[in-house]
């Protein structure tokens, strides 16, 4: 049996625990210890401005200033070649191109999960005909390690001097990893994030200016607003969404109803119980309303396999797992947490961003999910609430009962599952539904 809970605000009956989405891959490293005691040192000496590293718009207006400064940099310290996979490249190979310093150490976590967004950025622009360089300045304490980590690369990297690192990393104000920094102006800066704007917009995030950062969150605005549902849960050659059973479902076929966007992984317990919950309210609906309620599952799960079980035990829809999508819903919506229900009516606008707490809380019955339902529920509960006495004395217990809000609990005289009011006892774990009180006379 599940104890009850105290009394509370009929406005919000429960809610339903959540679990934080896993963090994410950039938080700040521990750098090497005396590396960054002199860097602090040499700032508080010279009152240095922490270096900017810009961000512009798709035009491309960015304008790269820096790059032969940097050449002039290599020069005056005597580094006459780069290293690459295929080994030694001359510094002058860096001229006329968009040149990106990249900061980062092998023994460092966020710096390894990182690197794959990187690369993946860094051969679309390359694709894409943009002339870009990435050259990875190393924090590693040996050169094993930086071996190691430029394993996993495929730009160029200035070759291991602890020293020659040292003052490249003070030379920019680097106090943190990983770090990128574009040599352009108008550069979003690393306190500003740009490493978790690369992992949010991977490619689309060039040239790294602010302006283009402030047009792609207007994008993401735009499709929040707007719910274009093929805009919104398509991608680039895929209109359709995946059933249980792996069959191709058009995204045509949504439009027109109530969305439900469930953000959730197997590897969550607090997804798990409310996956119960969402399937009772699923199927209830289903049998009483027919086709206008559907759900779309967007999944947080760390791989393929763990995916194909949480979809095929579900009776809804999903986005694929390996389409970024999923990825860029996370961001639009902003979920911190899961698992969240994000609803969409019928007519594509964001009805609520809590769906997980409307379910929870009454089941089906919240339908259409609209404010001004939940408001008739929670007056309808009220209205219970007040026609029932604040205590009670039952023939079937020995203690007074008193009235109380729970999230769920067992009667303990029908042995059946209940919620919201119940008669409770403070001196036992023991809850009595309203309608099987007896009372003594």
Request: charge should be negative; include cysteine; charged fraction near 30%.
């Amino acid at each position: 049996m599940i104890s009850s809970l105290s009394q509370r605000p009929v406005s919000s009956p429960f809610v339903l625990e959540t679990q934080p989405l896993p963090p994410s891959s950039h938080p700040l490293a521990d750098p090497l210890q005396l590396q960054l005691q002199d860097i602090k040192k040499a700032k508080q000496k010279r009152g240095h401005l922490f270096y900017r590293a810009p961000m512009a718009g798709l035009n491309f207006e960015a304008t790269y200033t820096d790059n032969h400064d940097i050449l002039k940099i290599f020069e005056a310290e005597g580094v006459e070649f780069l290293l690459s996979s295929e080994g030694k490249v001359p510094v002058s190979e860096c001229s006329g191109k968009v040149i990106c310093l990249f900061f980062s150490a092998n023994w460092c976590r966020p710096c390894r999960a990182f690197t794959p967004h990187l690369l993946e950025l860094y051969e679309t622009l390359r694709k894409r005909g943009i002339n870009i360089e990435i050259i990875f300045i190393s924090f590693d304490r040996d050169e094993d390690g930086f071996k190691e980590h430029f394993k996993s690369m495929t730009w160029l990297a200035v070759p291991f001097d602890v020293n020659l690192h040292r003052r490249l990393i003070d030379r920019y104000r680097v106090d943190r990893i990983p770090s990128f920094v574009p040599l352009c102006s108008d550069a979003i800066t690393v306190k500003e994030d740009l490493i978790g704007c690369i992992e949010d917009y991977g490619a689309d995030a060039f040239p790294f200016t602010r302006k283009r950062h402030e047009e792609l969150k207007a994008m993401d605005e735009r499709k929040r607003e707007e719910a274009n549902l093929e805009e919104l849960l398509g991608h680039e050659g895929r209109d359709f969404l995946i059933s249980g059973d792996d069959r191709k479902v058009p995204i045509c076929e949504v439009i027109g109803k109530t969305i439900g966007l469930y953000f959730c992984a197997y590897w969550s317990p607090p997804c798990c119980a409310f996956t119960v919950q969402l399937t009772d309210a699923y199927n209830e609906l289903k049998a009483a309303k027919g086709d206008c309620f559907e759900i779309v599952l967007i999944s947080t799960d760390r791989d393929l396999v763990e995916f194909n079980i949480n979809k095929s035990s579900m009776p809804w829809l999903a986005v694929p797992y390996e389409d970024r999508t999923r990825h860029d819903l996370r961001r639009i919506f902003d979920i911190k947490g899961i698992p969240a229900l994000v609803l969409i009516g019928p007519d594509g606008k964001v009805i609520s961003g809590n769906g997980k707490f409307m379910v929870s809380s009454y089941g089906a019955e919240a339908f259409p999910f609209t404010e001004s339902r939940i408001r008739d529920l929670e007056a309808a509960l009220r209205k219970e609430g007040e026609a029932l006495p604040q205590q009670a004395e039952d023939v079937k217990h020995e203690h007074v009962l008193k009235l109380d809000m729970a999230k769920a609990y067992v009667c303990d005289s029908c042995r059946k599952q209940g919620k919201f009011w119940t008669f409770s006892c403070d001196v036992c774990d023991y809850d009595l539904h309203p309608s099987c009180l007896e009372k003594a006379n």
